[in-house]
């Protein structure tokens, strides 16, 4: 799908100012809005930023829960395509940072050679990651439960988000955070996750060896349900084969909900010094 003409202005704009770009990758259950906030702290910080959609992303939540089918058949090759196209459109190489899916989109376009310095937040397992914690099983039900859902969007309800997401959370901001950001999302990266180490041809997998890949930074939260521990240190051990800088950091008591929940600027400023460290 073309870039909107939304996104084509973030673009230009970041061209004419001349700084360094960050790019900003949003997984399932959100929309690039869900980056409002630490795309301002990055442009405080000396940045220009843009935070493309995956393709046909309703502007607006409201707009979003109206039209929930907009998300369905979504895969994680189109949309990783959507994110290069964007960044080919920069004069300079950009950093990314990613969440969830974003989080392995991503390691995709850093395997591309096309990001100057990554971060992975809690991303989603590619090809290569074996481990599969229950809670992780658990928090997938929702979509993996029914085969059908991969041909559909899928919403959760607000105990489903609550052990995803919010777990780490108490009942009143875990409803805030489900009010203020979550939307439907599409089944079919999830069935492509679950079955990548089946499938030599997966869409999710990664070039982890890449010449060019740049600095890239891991983030796991440690008490995340949906991307535990073990896979997020799993990919992290796969990206130390590769000669560039690798780095993991694990920060103490955060579920998934670690980019969006009170606790966003202690990740947010984690990536950002990582950025402008190696950026």
Do not use: C
């Not at 001349?18 to 940045?47: A, M, T």
């Amino acid at each position: 799908m073309p870039l909107t003409d939304g996104e084509q202005a973030q673009i230009e704009q970041a061209n004419t100012s001349g700084k360094q770009p960050v790019v900003f990758v949003h997984g399932l259950w959100l929309l690039s809005s869900s980056w409002d906030r630490w795309r301002r702290l990055f442009e405080e910080n000396g940045y220009t930023t843009v935070a493309p959609g995956w393709p046909d992303d309703p502007e607006t939540v409201a707009e979003a829960r109206e039209h929930p089918e907009a998300f369905a058949h979504k895969m994680v090759q189109a949309v990783t395509d959507h994110y290069l196209d964007a960044i080919g459109r920069l004069d300079r190489k950009p950093a990314v940072v990613g969440h969830s899916f974003g989080g392995l989109i991503a390691q995709k376009i850093a395997g591309e050679g096309a990001a100057a310095v990554t971060v992975a937040i809690d991303p989603a397992p590619g090809r290569g990651v074996l481990p599969l914690p229950p809670s992780a099983l658990k928090a997938g039900s929702p979509v993996l439960g029914n085969p059908a859902n991969a041909r559909r969007s899928v919403t959760l309800t607000f105990d489903e988000f609550k052990y995803g997401w919010a777990n780490s959370l108490d009942e009143q901001e875990a409803r805030q955070l489900y009010d203020e950001f979550h939307v439907a999302a599409s089944g079919v990266p999830i069935f492509q996750a679950a079955v990548a180490n089946l499938n030599p041809f997966s869409e999710t997998k990664v070039d982890f060896k890449a010449a060019n890949r740049g600095p890239i930074l891991l983030i796991s939260g440690e008490k995340d349900h949906t991307v535990p521990h073990a896979m997020t240190y799993a990919a992290y051990k796969r990206h130390t084969k590769n000669p560039g800088v690798t780095e993991f950091v694990e920060l103490p008591g955060r579920g998934h909900s670690l980019v969006i929940d009170n606790g966003w600027e202690q990740v947010a400023r984690t990536a950002l010094d990582f950025v402008h460290k190696y950026a």
